[in-house]
């Protein structure tokens, strides 16, 4: 549910070594910032309107959005893809089913986007829903706002990993390692550029949510993502909380 970093060097000893790109270093809540020619970081507003982060990557003839985002969040990284290209969106990809990272899916297909996602997202949300969409309506004005029972599960799942997207301009590739912070968790990588998004599998402060996790099996995961050549950045500092 509710963690704050895409890219990060996580602050668990265990995953101390983990070279993912770091993206926020220096970014601030609802801004966006290019991460290498045509891919993009927005920071989600965690704090105050629970966001997550988003990624946008733009390819040769369109983009791709990484998380689905709270409704609120979706209409937000929408309008910064628009800001930053004007290539239409074609995918958004789920790396989970928590409610700040899917439950804008809806916001997304009616917009002309295909969401996109591991096959286990969607056997995680007929496992927990819709008894936390109902509940979240409750809570969020955006949620209720869009008058459905339950959350809209990703339109287009792969089972075998990695999914591959590719074109002229670049190749990005959708892997799913195993059951860490959730049973669906996918990890985004752009080989050429070095860039991973990890979603909620890593995150750059003490706390993660559990509840869906699998401790013991998570060091694996991440283990397999270190595997992956990823640029390695400066840790950035944990805040103050
Ligand atoms: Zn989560």
Partial sequence: MMHRRMWILSSFAALAALALFQAATDAQPGTVKQIVPGVWFREGEIDTLGHCNNAI??????????????????????????KVSNKPVKYVFDTHHHGDHLYGNPVWTQAGATTLAYKGVTEELKRYEPKRWQAEAKQRKDVAELKLDAPEPPKQTFDKSP??????????????????????????YLPKEKVLCSGDATVNGPYNYTADADIANWP???????????????RPAIPAQ
């Fill in 57 to 82: 990557i733009e390819m040769k003839d369109y983009l791709i959005v990484v998380d689905a985002n709270f409704p609120s969040g979706a209409r937000l990284a929408m309008e910064a893809a628009k």
């Fill in 163 to 188: 999914f591959i997207l590719k074109d002229d301009t670049r190749e990005v590739r959708f892997y799913f390692f195993g059951w860490a912070h959730t049973r669906g968790d996918g990890f985004v």
């Fill in 220 to 234: 694996k995961v991440i283990a397999a993502a270190q595997k992956l050549d990823v640029a390695a950045r400066p």
